[in-house]
């Protein structure tokens, strides 16, 4: 096959591609984008995975040309700077180095027209360094300072420095190059950012989707339209030059003042403290809303306003953030409680953050619990008090008392963290595993920061399938079906079944993707392979078997064979284009001659096409010359010396010689005889042709992995295919049906009842026993030991996995006050457990987007306040009780609570005086202190 020119054999390929695979992503490499269905589709045709073995070299499994139209934003046009969004790796698109797709690109071709989705390698983070393929790249908006309001949007990549961009500027706006320019950062109507290090890269000036920039020309006399930058209120940590005041039109002299008018912009002087928005970067509102609700827990804001970080620094820490993230959160409180302005820009956090967790780097959505979880953990070991831990053997029960083993595990704890995270936010857990096996029992104490809870309510999902019947006459009938979240295809069929009363067994389900069939799937398997996005066709069927003895169903595609003239070397090329939705034909397994197929498909075909009259000729001349000079080759296929797989079924053992291709096309095939679509077998995913079937008369055997191409002629689907017939279907009643649900009461002791009951390990989360010495299905029990200060309460909303994501926005009812804990707790000495609510991280919408926001109770006035972004407004108890609550916040009332805090300040006393910060507290905005006092004490 490689002597042709064709692939080298399956094994080769998958050879030379796995080790092309193995390369690690470096910085500055390229890196390429196939669309995961196809890349799937040639790993079944190399036989790449040990267990997949069974169609290795099987051309009904040859995966044709890399068609990558799945990623494109517009399929029609298809855009490598453009692709869809929220595509996720590995399950829309694999990844591969530039070695690879060379490769797989010289031996398949591409689809027409399409071009290589190449992305670069780029590095994120400054002290923890982590390289990813930039997938999505940047969308910046450009404009030239004297005419503000024409923005043009190009893409950037992350790496892209400042300088390439000014260049790229210069070039839209065609500014000559004996011209001065300078580039600025635009925020709002009147803040402006100097960008004046060149060779800054866009992530570095922390440049952000949608961002507007500003180009900006010399005047002839060397001033500048927008004055001389002054170094008087640039920002202490970036080196960058922020301006804020009143501007108007640029003129020949500037009318643009480089000072900051705070009055306007920060309402300062006016604002309790606390109440201080946080202005969204570019999808950071999960960010602003995490930071709102740990700006409002007071022992730990009191902390950093009086400075006691300063002397629990721990920037020697391996495990820690060299205490920046101590250092730019303090920063931020500050700006908070500071009561200078009603809102403050996050930059210098943001930043921070990104250099130690790469995955908050960007400006995509991200989780609010995860940056929370991150946070406190940085925190924690950036303050640790702790400077070298010492080694701690962790000891299982054995059978001695649970206070014995608690108060040890907690010793343990501490000897290697002490912090003020771990004096607020730490707890421990009781955990009980027993071996299925052998009944060992295993009981260990560990910390924890938060408390994950499930939701529990009935776990049900809608997919939304397409029937197709068995009845020609029958439209395809559009189906919402309720079908357990976790079930399997079965559940589906029998969902359906209630609907149509076809029977379950008389049921195949599919995957259609492109005009093919990407995937047949088996009762057995589980819907969470079905995304929401996956087109799913049913179709019925008369037999319950593949195996069926007289009957063979079909997989058919519809094909448009186009002829492209070549006269430049008097021959014509010939391609073919899917369309329509594909069919599976049930043919009787014997006896079938070419007539027989055709006259089947023509009456499946019956509601959606029209048989041409007898005398009805409306194949064109051209076509005949062509046959009759026999120029009409297919360069496309390459597949000329490949046995087909289906044969007449007299003499079939003297081979396929009659039906091989022979590079041109017989009478049949050209539709001379009135024919309005030939037949051809081809691979599963109709992209590459197996044989041609010849008109003999002859019956054709088929076996069970043949797939069937109609190869239309263009003139006769013009005239006798009505595309709107066929694409028509009816929609059932489910579709738009609001479903009908009980309101569930859940109530959040509920979940923490769930979350306490024993459950059985996974599969792939087994757990070693000791006594067994393997790997075991254990069982596992939580129980409460104590309990911290703050306690953290993650409600466990989002469930994914690789093939589909949900969002559960189920009503939970809270306590906002008196929340008590006590029965849940098994430590008999624990003493008083009763919360009051004092914050609420919010998530509205579904996944993958969606906005965050934040409910706050103030410690100045007792009172709760909504926080969207940079937005603040007064709030009742009652509003923070809703199904967006996704993060609960709650505070220890009571006696111990307050002598734990009164302790803690009478150490903090003796320890030093706090320096009141009245300086220069600047954050990213390059907000300027007036000489005021910015510490303040929360009661």
Known sequence: MAEGGGPPEPKVQKSQVSSDLKKELKKGDTWYLVDAKWFKQWKKYVGYDSWDMYGMGDQATFPG???NAALYKDPQTPDSLHLKEHLIDELDYMLLPTEAWDKLVSWYGMVNGQQPIARKVVEHGMFVKHCKVEVYLMELKLCQNDNLENCVSQQFSKADTIDYIEKEMRKL??????????VWNKYMSNTYEHLNKPENTVQDAGLYQGQILVIE??????TWPRGNVTNKSSSSSSGRNMEMGTYSAPATRSSYSSTYDYSSERGRGQVQPGLCGLSNLGNTCFMNSALQCLSNVPVLTRYFLENHYQEELNSDNPLGMKGEIAKTYAELIKQIWSGKYSYTIPRNFKTAVGRFAPQFSGYQQ???HELLAFLLDGLHEDLNRIRKKPYVELRDADGRPDDEVADEAWKSHRLRNDSIIVDT?????????????CSKISITFDPFCYLSLPLPIKKERFIEVVLIRMDPAAKPMQYKLSVPKMGTVQDLCEALSRLTKISPDKMVVTDVYNHRFHKVFAPDEGLSHILDRDDIYVYEVPVNTCDDPDTLILPVYMRERKVRQN???????????LFGTPLLVPIPR?????????????????????????GDEWYGEEIKNCVKDGVIGDDDMKNDNIDGEAESEEDSSQGNDSHMNDNSMSDDEVNCDNRMFSFHLVNSYGSAEIEHIRDDDRPIKFTNRSYLALDWDPKAKEKYYDEKQAEELDVDETVNATPMRKRQVISLKDCIQLFLVKEKLGADDPWYCPSCKKHQQATKKFDLWSLPKILVIHLKRFSYNRYWRDKLDTMVEFPTRDLDMSEFIINDGHGYATYDLIGVSNHYGGMGGGHYTAYGKSRED??????DDSSVSPASEDQCVSKAAYVLFYELKGSRCERSEKQTAQANRKSAAATQSSANCTEDNGTASSGEDDSMEIN
């Open 366 to 368: 991200q989780d609010s």
């Open 425 to 437: 936010f730490h707890g421990l857990f009781k955990s009980t595993l027993v071996c299925p096996e």
């Open 217 to 222: 020309q010399q005047n002839e006399d060397g």
């Open 567 to 577: 006269p430049s070397y008097n021959y014509n090329n010939v391609s073919t284009v």
């Open 173 to 182: 706006f065609a500014i000559g190059e004996d011209k001065e320019t300078r």
């Open 862 to 867: 007792t009172q709760w306040y909504y926080f």
């Open 65 to 67: 040309p890399i068609d």
């Open 590 to 614: 014997k006896n079938t001659t070419y007539e027989d197929l055709y006259r089947i498909m023509l009456q499946k075909m019956s509601r959606y096409i029209q048989e041409p009259d007898s």
